[in-house]
């Protein structure tokens, strides 16, 4: 446990041995008496370097303010917050240099001996340092820490007293608005009540309106039904007179077919019996142009004869003539005669035939076009029905939409009607519970408001306690700021002191400590007393 304090003079036979109770002070013991050995040589300008480092020390050990030493890890760490970076190897050789009590550790004397080493500070020299009067030290100090205890005591009751002023008035300001909200909330409710009466009586009325509307929609949809269904009987009559016009027009497009096929066939015929009777007539008029040049040659070949026995019996013409003449007759009479007249016979019952065969297809064509003609006046006839029936399978299909058309929209009818009666159902049920709602709702309503009433007169009455709140925290806040001032009554006395034992010229470090510490505690007071 390190020593809490400075004495005059340390413990121990040996330099040594005093070194070693020195070590075992806190670190500000152990600065203060560096310090007050040194003050007036160099130590005066290090003081603050010196101030510093405690603060480090301090913060680095564990015991903090207590601890007088570092181990060789925290050692480590102090020397590299001020760039005193070193390798473990030469850590180990410093620490070495600097642990003259061989603990292994660093105290802060141990440090500045090794530190200021260059300045001529000696282990003998430190230890049997003659300090100032420890009396008066020791009364600053009381000082100083009386003056600390008033300004914590006071910091202390002051940020309490203010936090309760601050929370005391925020209360009292969440009061006077909770005060207001419950004033507003009970206008909101009294306007609520009598909206929701009036809610209530509109729902009454809603109800009623909905009831009637029912009725009617009852009585409709019964009359929509009755339509629907002599619609339906309608539309069953038209689908059957539409079945029996359709079966009417199916068998005049049969009979029709019929007569289109017998009206072809019967022009295929007659197309036949001309194309029979052209023949007929082609091969009649080539048996009479055979015939007739048949009758030609044998004029010609008579011609001929005739021609040449009046050239010989001209004497008019030479002898020379005459006789080619001769000749030339006789070669044509020695021709046979006989081929061309037998084909002269012959064509003759061929020409009687072909005007027979020309005679019976001209017979048969006229038959032909005269069923031809029939056969075209039963396919109008025919056409004429089919159309009819087509007419009045169209009238059908016709009347057969218009009653199912008219079905449809009776069955649409009816249907909406019983929409418009189930949507009455639900408006009247919805009425009946609206209106109970509203009921319930105006109850309600009336509870909220005499709640809302209680709850004013409650808020009205935390808004008073919490206004004389307020005012006890500002009393007590008051008088916080009081005992601030006599804190800072303790601080000026201090101050006042240590000026005049600095004027005396004794205390040296001790004193610059002190004060020190008096200047850093004067930066916590309000800045308007510092």
């Known amino acids: 446990m390190a020593a809490s304090g400075p004495p005059n003079r340390l413990p121990g036979d040996t330099d040594n041995q005093k070194f070693a109770a020195l070590s075992q ?26 101030w510093t480092w405690v603060h480090r020390f301090q913060d680095l050990d564990p015991k903090k303010k207590e601890g007088n030493e570092l181990d060789e890890l925290y050692a480590h760490r102090f020397l590299e917050s001020f760039g005193m970076t070193l390798t473990v190897i030469r850590m180990r050789e410093v620490l070495r240099e600097l642990d003259l009590d061989f603990n292994n550790k ?34 600053a100090q009381r000082m100083l820490e009386q003056a600390q205890q008033k300004l914590a005591e006071s910091q202390a009751k002051a940020d309490e007293a203010r936090k309760a002023e601050s929370e005391a008035h925020q209360r009292a300001d969440a009061a006077r608005r909770a005060e207001a909200e419950a004033q507003k909330k009970l206008g909101e409710a009294t306007v609520a009540e009598s909206n929701a009466h009036q809610r209530a009586e509109a729902s009454r009325k809603a109800e009623a ?37 359709t079966q009417s027009e199916s068998n005049a497009h049969r009979r029709l077919e019929e007569s289109k096929n017998a009206e072809l066939e019967s022009l295929q015929r007659n197309a036949e019996t001309k194309s029979a009777e052209a023949e007929a007539v082609a091969a009649e008029d080539n048996a009479k142009a055979c015939l007739a040049e048949l009758q030609k040659q044998e004029d010609d070949y008579n011609n001929q004869i005739k021609a040449l026995i009046a050239k010989c019996e001209d004497s008019s013409l030479g002898i020379v003539t ?40 001209r017979n048969a ?67 009946t519970t609206a209106r109970q709602a509203s009921d319930k709702a105006a109850a309600e309503a009336t509870a909220a408001r005499q709640a809302s009433d209680r709850a004013a007169a409650e808020a009205t009455a935390a808004r008073e ?41 004794r205390g040296g470090g001790a004193i610059w400590w002190i004060n020190r510490e008096l200047a850093e505690s004067r930066r916590y007071l309000p800045k308007s007393r510092q």
């Open 25 to 50: 002070l806190n670190y500000k013991a152990q600065a203060t008496w560096f310090l007050n050995a040194y003050w007036d040589k160099f130590a005066q300008n290090e003081a603050e370097n010196v």
């Open 106 to 139: 660093m105290s802060l004397s141990e440090f500045l001996l090794y530190h200021f080493k260059s300045q001529g500070v000696a282990v003998g020299e430190l230890v049997n340092a003659i300090q100032t009067d420890r009396e008066e030290v020791e009364q």
């Open 209 to 245: 309106e909905a009831q009637r509307k029912l009725e009617e929609a009852k009585e409709a949809e019964a009359l929509a039904l009755s339509r629907a269904d002599d619609c339906r009987k309608s539309e069953l009559d038209a689908q059957q007179k539409l079945a029996e016009a």
């Open 322 to 361: 005459i006789g080619r003449t001769r000749n030339e007759l006789a070669q044509l009479r020695q021709e046979d005669p006989l081929p061309l007249r037998r084909a002269k016979i012959n064509q003759g019952p061929a020409v009687r035939r072909a005007e027979a065969a020309a005679n019976a297809a």
């Open 365 to 431: 064509r006229q038959a032909s076009d005269k069923a031809a003609a029939e056969a075209t006046s039963a396919r109008q006839a025919s056409d004429k029905a089919a159309a009819e029936a087509t007419s009045a399978r169209q009238a059908s299909d016709r009347a057969a939409m218009f009653a199912t058309a008219a079905r449809k929209e009776s069955d649409e009818a009816a249907a909406d009607a019983t929409a418009k009666r189930l949507s009455s159902d639900h408006a009247a049920a919805e009425a």
């Open 465 to 505: 306690r919490s206004d004389k709140a307020a005012a006890d925290a500002t009393a007590a806040r008051q008088a916080s700021d009081e005992a601030q001032a006599l804190a800072e009554q303790a601080f000026v006395a201090a101050q006042e002191f240590l000026d005049v034992a600095s004027s005396r010229g």
